[in-house]
């Protein structure tokens, strides 16, 4: 292969790598960093919020008390008991009213055609959605799994490892 050939598709190749690993790595900071800071995030692995929080999404939240959560806030919730299945849910406020001084929410997903068919209270702190970022939870579930570290991580250490060998053989004194 001429040495002009062999150059223009290393740049290519580290252009391409350096992609993917800066989009990886914004991905990653934009949804895990904010734990540093006391929020969390979760992944929205069902369609009732719509094009509000894609499936797919993570969405970071905060904790807050009751008394914060206003109508129109998105919040993170577990169901009350009396609800098939106990997985929380990511829905919208569309009503709060206070009965013996505890205040009591009712939520709709905004891709859903009714509203839920509970009012509920939350006791101590809830979680309102701050922002959230689309599609990433897809890459974080595939980072997860065993193809994902294959790709994140293997594939880009066997390219780097096979580039800085190939140069220590051809002689390459900026590898060494």
């Known amino acids: 292969m001429p040495a002009r050939l ?3 598709l290393a740049i290519v190749a580290n252009l391409a790598l350096n992609a993917m690993a800066g989009a990886v790595l914004f991905a990653l900071a934009a949804s895990l960093a904010p734990r540093l800071l006391g929020y969390s995030s979760v ?7 719509g ?16 008394e914060e959560v206003a109508v129109g806030d998105i919040i993170i919730f577990y169901p009350p008991a009396t609800s098939p299945g106990r997985s929380a849910l990511m829905h919208r406020v569309i009503s709060v009213r206070e009965e013996d001084g505890q205040r009591l929410f009712h939520t709709k997903g ?3 055609a009714a509203p839920d068919p509970w009012e509920m ?3 101590g702190r809830g979680s309102r959605v701050v922002y ?5 939870g897809y890459l974080i579930n595939l980072a997860r799994s065993p193809l994902g570290w294959a ?9 780097l490892g096979s580039t800085t060998l190939s140069r220590i053989w051809a002689g390459d004194t900026a590898a060494r």
Not at 43 to 49: D, E, L, N, V
Not at 151 to 159: I, N, W
Request: charged share 15%; proline share 9%; aromatic share 8%.
């Open 151 to 159: 790709l994140f991580l293997l594939l880009p250490a066997v390219y």
């Open 121 to 123: 209270g939350i006791e």
């Open 132 to 136: 959230t970022v689309p599609y990433v």
């Open 43 to 49: 992944i929205a692995y069902g369609g009732s919020m």
């Open 51 to 66: 094009d509000t929080v894609p499936v797919g999404s993570v969405a970071v939240a905060k904790d807050v008390r009751p």
């Open 110 to 112: 905004d891709g859903n």
């Open 6 to 8: 062999r150059r223009s």
